[in-house]
């Protein structure tokens, strides 16, 4: 590990950094913990050249708070970097940073973010921090830069600067380390006796209880609030007894700044919430109602300790898997259930086609499973819901929109080889689980409630008789004009592809367990989703 103090160094070490190498970037403070190691540990594992940081900027500091305090344990510090791997570690001067005495240009994000939550309390200080971060950024050019979840607004603001400023850097939010006790992991928890690391549990304790109330079903942000708050005052909890200050707009002369805290028994401590506020995520402004996602933030002093917390809450909408054999009608089901609900329609076989269309765009032999593999490996490939039932997803490749491509018969004649692919497999049932992982999609196909998504929260097995399939598919190819089949030989068909089906290598069509089975012998396609409809109601009440 290399350790620089100079930009100047740390620009000549950036430059010899081969372009074919991603920069991972961890910026911080020092005094690192297990929180700060979780970044960097990323940072190791998805990138190859990692560069820490650790500034105590000035800046991002008020008047009366801790910057002489703040603790620099710089040799440990760095044997914790060289022991994770980092590359290169950055260890400026003040004046290195900011040489000049005279006013140096300032960063300044939307006012509505700042000057929410912690801004409303430290003016200046999300200035402080977006001017260092644009600094550190420009300096270090990384591809991603890593911050903790624990600092929700600062990351928030963060994303927001470098979307507006076109910072070609990707902003990568890591989750919360804890320590046992659910106390949020801090450089600051240093400053904390022990009795004071008990109370400061609260903080945690409080956000768990209004979690957990939105895992029951509330909705109401100032329900949820008052959880919190009146966790805060709760006498019967007794690490809260005595010396719990409720104010809002804080008084600093309310703490006892002069009191040997380690002389004071638990009850003794002063307890003072800042704030607590349930806001969006991405643009803090605060919520009423929660329909999507939400960031419950809380600030509280405890003892002459600031300590911040945070908990996100998502509205996950249900994954519908829909399996079983061809010819029940999985793919109308699916599009029209899609479509009524407003979920996103898993066009699982466009998936496929979109890599087929890629793989002969860039001429390679359709057999060819080395380049194939390479050529997916970073494919960027998204599907968009469509309104139109006939087109039942937007397929881009890369940016480009190739939905009307990936229909063509030079694309359907091929596909099924590359569909066969192992590497071209995976990566699409990844890309699937990715698109699971948001939730509120329907999916079809023969092994999506049991091997796709396992944990599906609604599984339907939609299956039909070979006669009833049969007919069907008779009065189809009447309508199409073919008269010269009859239904016998239909039922032989079906019930073969069916028998394919079910022992391919690939993928075979499966009943999960707990999928629940539908047989469409007898119902209309309305009938059918009316029914999935009410199972829906059902797992999610
Ligand atoms: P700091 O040194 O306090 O500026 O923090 C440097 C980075 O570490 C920031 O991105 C913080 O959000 C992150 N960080 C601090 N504490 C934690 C924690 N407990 N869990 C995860 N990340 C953290």
């Known amino acids: 590990m290399l350790i620089v103090t100079s930009i100047s160094e740390l620009q000549r070490e950036i ?5 074919s190498q991603k920069i991972g970037f961890v910026p911080t403070m020092g005094a690192l913990h297990s929180g700060h190691e979780s970044l960097i540990q990323r940072a190791v594992t998805e990138t190859d050249f990692v560069v820490v940081s650790i500034f105590v900027n000035p800046l991002q500091f008020g008047k009366n708070e801790d910057l002489d305090q703040y603790p620099r344990p710089l040799e440990q510090d760095k044997a914790i970097c060289k022991q994770l791997g980092v590359k290169l570690l950055f260890t400026p001067s003040v004046t290195e940073i ?20 912690c801004g409303k309390y430290r003016q200046g200080h999300f200035q402080g921090v977006a001017t260092i971060v644009t600094k550190l950024f420009n300096l270090v050019c990384p591809n991603v830069a890593y911050f903790g979840q624990k600092d929700a607004q600062q990351v928030a603001i963060i994303k927001k600067m470098t979307k507006d400023l076109n910072i070609p850097v990707k902003v990568q939010s890591c989750p919360i380390i804890r320590e046992k006790s659910g106390l949020a ?11 004071e690391k008990e109370k400061a549990t609260l903080l945690y304790r409080s956000l768990s209880k209004a979690q957990r109330a939105f895992q029951e079903g509330q909705r109401d942000c100032q329900k949820l609030l008052q959880i919190v708050k009146e966790e805060f005052r709760s006498p019967q ?41 349930v806001v969006e995520p991405e643009t803090l402004q605060p919520l009423t109602e929660i329909s999507d996602s939400a960031l419950i933030a809380i600030a509280a002093y405890i003892g002459n300790t600031r300590l911040i917390d945070n908990v996100i809450l998502t509205v996950t909408k249900p994954i519908i898997a829909l399996d ?14 899609a479509r009524e609900l407003g ?170 367990e707990d999928a629940i089975e539908l047989i469409t012998d007898n119902l209309t396609i309305d009938q059918v989703i009316e029914k999935i409809k009410s199972y829906l109601i059902l797992v999610q009440s």
Do not use: C
């Open 15 to 19: 430059s010899r950094v081969s372009p």
């Open 185 to 195: 992991l801090s450089s600051r928890n240093q400053y904390l006796s022990s009795e």
């Open 98 to 117: 900011y040489p000049s005495e005279e006013e140096t240009t300032i960063v300044n994000p939307p006012t509505a973010m700042t000057s929410v939550l």
């Open 324 to 337: 079983g054999p061809a010819g029940a009608g999985k793919s109308t089901v699916s599009r029209r259930l």
């Open 343 to 512: 979920y996103i329609y898993l066009d699982t076989g466009a998936m496929y086609r979109a890599i087929t269309w890629l793989v002969m765009e860039n001429n390679i032999n359709v057999e060819d499973e080395e380049s194939i593999a390479s050529l997916v490996a970073n494919v960027q490939l998204e599907l968009l819901p469509s309104d139109n039932l006939q087109i039942p997803v937007t397929v881009k490749i890369n940016g480009q929109d190739i939905t009307k491509e990936i229909r063509t018969p030079r694309v359907t004649n091929q596909v099924s080889k590359v569909a066969a692919q192992s590497a071209v497999r995976e990566k699409m049932v990844a890309l699937q689980q990715e698109y699971g992982a948001k939730g509120g999609i329907v999916a079809e196909g023969r092994d999506i409630g049991t091997n796709v998504f396992p944990h599906a929260q609604l599984k339907i097995f939609l299956t039909a008789t070979p006669q009833a399939r049969a007919k069907r598919r008779l009065i189809d190819l009447q309508n199409q004009g073919e008269s010269n089949i009859d239904l016998d030989t239909l039922i032989k068909e079906i019930e073969g592809r069916d028998y394919l089906d079910s022992t391919r290598a690939i993928a075979p069509l499966k009943k999960a």
């Open 237 to 277: 909890t007794p690490l809260n007894k005595g010396g719990l200050n409720l104010d809002n707009s804080l008084n600093k002369k309310s703490l006892n700044l002069n009191d040997s805290l380690n002389k004071k028994g638990l009850n003794d401590i002063n307890i003072q919430l800042q704030y607590v506020e």
